[in-house]
């Protein structure tokens, strides 16, 4: 089944400055990506995705790479804010429509 | 669209006891996704439905868990009996447009 990885487990950043969270997938099958924010009682919210037949996507502040070959994708965040502070997934799903969520990444940010 | 609805929000029960988690899904989905999220173990996917049909129960730790949906528009999640293990969050999750989108959670202690 699919395997997915995130790095850092936890991060910390000045606010104003970028954050950038990384995933890495094992099936090579998997053709969705999306990332949810979630914070403290509540569930996890979509915040962007990303399908296998785009290479980048970006909403305002946030924006996400794909690298198919490497199997790797990644979320930036620039600009932080206060409110950005939350745990972050990412995830990978495949024909199955099964999502597999990697460990999540604490961030917090330092006003 | 309220999204997906689940209930009850919070629930303490003694060991022993049995336990039904209930959600409402998005109006026109035709997958839903039960999860549990704990610390140590992250999000994990318990069982999820096609047009009401159980289609991967894998993931459903053991006998004392079962999930029915009797209709689009309800779902139950149930344990009995309920272990001090079984404390976690249960959400609820359902799928349309290509996303998955989340309850809130149900959040379960078992004393």
């Known amino acids: 089944g699919e395997n997915v990885e995130q790095h850092p487990s936890t991060l910390s950043v000045q606010e104003g400055d970028s954050a950038v969270i990384k995933c890495t997938y094992s099936?090579?099958?998997?053709?969705?990506f999306p990332w949810y924010k979630q914070e403290l009682g509540k569930g996890p919210q979509l915040i962007i995705d990303?399908?296998?037949?785009?290479g980048e996507k970006k909403d305002q502040r946030i924006a996400v790479t794909l690298n198919k070959t490497a199997k790797h994708f990644s979320l930036h965040i620039t600009e932080t804010q206060p409110e950005d502070s939350a745990v972050y997934f990412c995830?990978?799903?495949?024909?199955?429509?099964?999502?597999?969520f990697g460990t999540g990444t604490r961030l917090t940010i330092i006003p | 669209d309220a999204g997906v609805i689940q209930s009850p929000r919070h629930e303490v029960t003694e060991m022993g006891q049995e336990v039904t988690l209930r959600c409402k899904p998005i109006s026109g989905h035709d997958y839903l996704f039960w999860y549990r999220q704990t610390m140590m173990r992250g999000l994990e996917l318990l069982i999820y439905?096609?047009?009401?049909?159980?289609?991967?129960d894998s993931g459903m730790p053991e006998d004392r868990f079962s999930a029915k949906m009797p209709n689009a528009s309800f779902s139950t999640l149930k344990i009995q009996p309920s272990e001090p293990r079984d404390s976690a969050v249960y959400f609820c999750a359902g799928y349309r447009g290509g996303t998955i989108y989340f309850g809130e959670g149900s959040w379960l202690t078992v004393v």
């Open positions: 439905f096609n047009n009401n049909v159980p289609i991967d």
């Open positions: 099936d090579s099958a998997s053709n969705y």
């Open positions: 995830a990978a799903m495949g024909g199955n429509e099964k999502l597999t």
């Open positions: 990303i399908r296998s037949n785009v």
